[in-house]
């Protein structure tokens, strides 16, 4: 093949090439520059919803650095999470909306520039790392949002303000060189972590709060693998009724725990607990770090963390020590010892302080910014057994007897004094006999009687058989009515039937009350347990960092705790010595 052909087939392949890559590139947009006053400038973003992610970077022209910052949805979850800080929960449903609508509809107020060279003079250079230098200057700041599928929606550098035009700024599209003037805030486009997580971190109300214990101590590792404990005081307090009541105050000397009263003119001081209630309420995140996977399930701090060993080591080197108990059980330690919270719901939150973070940054005027372990766990001691009122023992008639069994359709057994109070029947009439005749009856000794009281004259024994017949049948239709009449009257009650009734009565009031008693404090108890599982699948994952500042605000000295008040022993003093010497006189 002579150089002539092999010439020919170079510059075909090479016009193929051409070809494709025409065909291949992206279509420009194409627009008449003059007429794009008042239009938006991104016209195919009409809707914040359809937003599914956010990022922003920024350029440090002192320090040649970008910062980055990312929020987006989880795949798996849906929720909003922080990329850049290990997928920590992010509060950005409605701040990812208003970032958004920043773009949405945005209307472009003018044409400042077409040409690439004026980018650095409008501050609209792209902070790409790739090309940037320290030194560099108009450098903007980039914001992109993009779909669920991870398609632009709106990429846009926003650069310097509009001389002369109050929230006017220069921007340009990513990708393109023209220059737009709009208004826009990117105030709002914060880059702060803070700004996009729940601040109300442990979920409190510092107004709930009924009891402090602050167990002030410092744990160590020494070589080769040896913890040192140094415990200083233990100091338990109840606010009860606005006001702080010392409950117990522990004080170690070698390592030995003393119970000790305040002195004569010591007291609590109520100003510092005051502000830790505050201070706890308000506690504030500056960064966080993720648990190594299965640390977090044990949050109890029990014999299962213990046998992680990845989790052991990775706790100690935060300032965690798990130390083995008198009892053969193991308890979790912190550096700069631990405060416990108890709510009025009976909630506990238990707050670890570890190391200060090696190399972190440091907010002004907030110091170096410390390891927090949180754990909650339900104070049964504020559930006690409700106070129950004894129920009265069932009347004697209505306790069912051993052995017997009433039959079905019948009552269980019927009160003594029912039965008396039942009518009886009559019996029939039966012939006469001499016997019958020689026995007096009931009613002859009764008439006997009333004859004797009478001051009438006896009548004849005996009356003529006509007349006594009448007689006999006047008197048998009366007593057959009468109990006609008793018949279809039901008996009245007798006092211990009343009775009965309203022991029966007062049983089904007690036993009622009773169990709503227990149904309360149930109630209470699971509202506790189920507060304490959200709380501690939340901190589950997570070691907290929190500034020095916070730190000295929460975990306070015995100095802090207690104040010591001099006595006034001046003029003033001896006259309030007499006023009140005058008074018991």
């Known amino acids: 093949m002579n150089e002539g052909i092999k010439t020919l087939i170079y510059l075909g392949v090479a016009g193929l090439v051409a070809v494709l890559a025409i065909l291949s590139r992206p279509p420009v947009e194409e627009f008449n520059v003059r007429e794009q006053a008042g239009k938006f400038l991104f016209e195919k973003f009409d809707?914040?919803?359809?937003?599914?992610?956010?990022?922003?970077?920024?350029?440090?022209?002192?320090?040649?650095?970008?910062?980055?910052?990312?929020?987006?949805?989880?795949?798996?979850?849906?929720?909003w999470t922080l990329p850049k800080y290990q997928g920590y929960p992010a509060d950005a449903e409605s701040r990812v909306r208003d970032a958004a609508l920043l773009l949405v509809d945005l209307p472009i107020l003018g044409v400042a520039s077409e040409v690439a060279g004026d980018h650095r003079m409008f501050g609209v250079v792209e902070p790409d790392k790739e090309k940037l230098k320290?030194?560099?200057?108009?450098?903007?700041?980039l914001v992109r949002f993009e779909d669920a599928k991870g398609q632009d929606l709106a990429s846009v550098i926003i650069g310097k303000k509009v001389s002369g035009s109050d929230g006017h700024r220069f921007v340009r599209k990513v990708g393109q060189d023209v220059?737009?003037?709009v208004k826009i805030d990117p105030d709002q486009l914060s880059t702060k972590f803070k700004d996009w997580i729940e601040k109300d971190l442990l979920k409190m109300n510092a107004w709930d709060v009924e009891n402090v214990a602050l167990k002030n101590y410092a744990v160590s590792l020494q070589p080769p693998n040896r913890v040192l404990i140094d415990?200083?005081?233990?100091?338990?307090?109840?606010?009860?009724?606005?006001?702080?009541?010392?409950?117990?105050?522990?004080?170690?000397?070698?390592?030995?725990?003393?119970?000790?009263?305040l002195g004569e003119n010591?007291?609590?001081?109520?100003?510092?607990?005051n502000d830790l209630k505050t201070a706890v309420d308000e506690l504030e995140i500056a960064d966080v770090r993720r648990k190594p996977k299965g640390l977090?399930?044990?949050?109890?701090?029990?014999?299962?963390?213990?046998?992680?060993?990845?989790?052991?080591?990775?706790?100690?080197?935060?300032?965690?020590?798990?130390?083995?108990?008198?009892d053969g059980e193991t308890e979790l330690l912190s550096a700069n010892g631990e405060i416990t919270v108890g709510m009025k719901e009976g909630v506990e939150y238990v707050l670890r302080f570890g190391e200060t973070e090696e190399g972190g940054e440091t907010a002004e005027g907030e110091g170096q910014n410390r390891y927090l372990f949180v754990t909650t766990r339900v104070d049964m001691t504020k559930f006690p057994q409700p106070d129950l009122e004894p129920v009265p023992e069932l009347p004697e008639a209505a306790k069912p007897q051993a052995g017997k069994e009433p039959k079905a359709g019948t009552p269980k057994e019927v009160p003594p004094a029912a039965k008396e109070a039942k009518p009886e029947a009559k019996p029939e009439a039966k012939p006469q006999t001499s016997a019958d005749t020689a026995k007096p009856s009931a009613s002859d000794e009764t008439a006997t009687a009333e004859a004797a009281k009478s001051d009438a004259k006896p009548e004849p024994a005996a009356k003529s058989e006509q007349e006594a017949k009448p007689a006999a049948k006047a008197?048998?239709?009366?007593?057959?009515?009468?109990?006609k009449d008793a018949q279809a009257q039901p008996p009245a009650k007798t006092d211990k039937e009343a009775k009965d009734s309203e022991i029966e009565k007062e049983r089904e009031r007690i036993t009622k009350e009773n169990q709503r008693k227990i149904d309360e404090r149930n109630e209470k108890v699971s509202k506790a347990k189920e507060k304490v599982a959200e709380l501690n699948t939340r901190f589950a994952d997570w070691y907290y960092l929190v500034s020095d500042k916070q730190f000295k605000k929460i975990q306070l000295g015995l100095d802090d705790v207690i104040k010591t008040t001099v006595p006034d022993t001046g003029v003033d003093a001896f006259r309030e010595m007499q006023k009140e010497g005058l008074k018991k006189d």
Do not use: C
């Not at 956010?54 to 929720?79: C, H, N, P, Q, W």
């Not at 320290?134 to 700041?141: A, I, L, S, Y």
């Not at 213990?306 to 020590?321: P, R």
């Not at 008197?475 to 109990?483: E, H, I, L, R, S």
């Open 47 to 79: 809707d914040a919803a359809k937003a599914d992610s956010m990022e922003i970077v920024k350029y440090d022209e002192t320090l040649g650095t970008l910062e980055e910052f990312r929020v987006a949805r989880d795949k798996a979850s849906g929720a």
């Open 179 to 181: 220059v737009y003037e």
């Open 475 to 483: 008197n048998g239709a009366a007593k057959d009515g009468d109990a």
């Open 134 to 141: 320290v030194g560099d200057e108009g450098v903007g700041f």
């Open 296 to 326: 977090g399930a044990d949050l109890q701090a029990g014999a299962g963390m213990a046998k992680d060993d990845e989790g052991i080591v990775d706790l100690a080197k935060h300032g965690f020590y798990m130390v083995p108990t008198a």
């Open 266 to 273: 010591d007291e609590l001081n109520k100003e510092k607990l």
């Open 231 to 261: 415990k200083k005081f233990d100091l338990f307090a109840d606010f009860k009724d606005s006001e702080w009541k010392l409950k117990e105050l522990k004080k170690y000397v070698n390592g030995e725990g003393i119970v000790t009263a």
